[in-house]
C-alpha cells in the first residue's frame, strides 16, 4: 500500500465577509487567491521567504489552473490549504492544493506553474540549487 502523500504545507485561514458572494459561500475567484497565499508559505519554507526564492533567478508564473468544487465554504469557516508538488518537468512543476474544513474536502486545484527568469520573466529552466528542492518533495514512484 503506497505511504499517503505529505503535504509541503497545510496553511490554515478563516473565512472573511468580504471574500463571500450574495449567496454567502465564498465567491470562486478567492480560491484561487488561496492558493497563491499558500505558494507563498511554500517558498518560506523552501527557501526562507519569496525573496530568498527570487535570489536563484527564477520565480514561478501560473500557466492553468483547474479548480473542483466540492462542497461550499462559507463566512467565518476555518480552512486549510495543503499543498503537494505533483510533477516537476524541465520548466514547469504541477502542483495540487486541497482545500478542507474540518477534515471534509471542499475544493481541489491542479495548478501548472512555469518557471521563469526573475528579471526577463521569458520561461528557464530552474538552477540546479531549486530543482533539487523540488524533486526532494516529488511523491516515491511504485515499482
Given at each position: 500500500m503506497p505511504?499517503?502523500?505529505?503535504?509541503?504545507?497545510?496553511?490554515?485561514?478563516?473565512?472573511?465577509?468580504?471574500?463571500?458572494?450574495?449567496?454567502?459561500i465564498v465567491f470562486n475567484a478567492n480560491y484561487l487567491a488561496y492558493i497563491d497565499m499558500a505558494m507563498f508559505e511554500v517558498e518560506r519554507v523552501l527557501?526562507?521567504?519569496h525573496?530568498?526564492?527570487l535570489d536563484h533567478g527564477v520565480d514561478?508564473?501560473?500557466?492553468?489552473?483547474?479548480?473542483?468544487?466540492?462542497?461550499?465554504?462559507?463566512?467565518?469557516d476555518e480552512l486549510v490549504v495543503a499543498v503537494y508538488l505533483d510533477h516537476l518537468g524541465?520548466?514547469?512543476l504541477i502542483?495540487?492544493?486541497?482545500?478542507?474544513?474540518?477534515?471534509?474536502?471542499?475544493?481541489?486545484?491542479?495548478?501548472?506553474?512555469?518557471?521563469?527568469?526573475s528579471k526577463t520573466l521569458k520561461k528557464a529552466?530552474?538552477?540546479?540549487s531549486v530543482r533539487e528542492v523540488y524533486a526532494a518533495l516529488l511523491p516515491a514512484q511504485a515499482d
Open positions: 505511504e499517503p502523500r505529505k503535504p509541503i504545507v497545510e496553511m490554515p485561514l478563516r473565512v472573511r465577509y468580504h471574500e463571500c458572494d450574495a449567496q454567502g527557501f526562507g521567504s525573496q530568498a526564492a514561478v508564473v501560473v500557466a492553468e489552473s483547474n479548480l473542483r468544487y466540492r462542497a461550499p465554504c462559507r463566512y467565518d524541465t520548466t514547469s502542483i495540487d492544493f486541497e482545500i478542507t474544513r474540518g477534515g471534509d474536502l471542499c475544493t481541489e486545484v491542479k495548478t501548472r506553474y512555469v518557471f521563469v527568469d529552466a530552474p538552477p540546479a
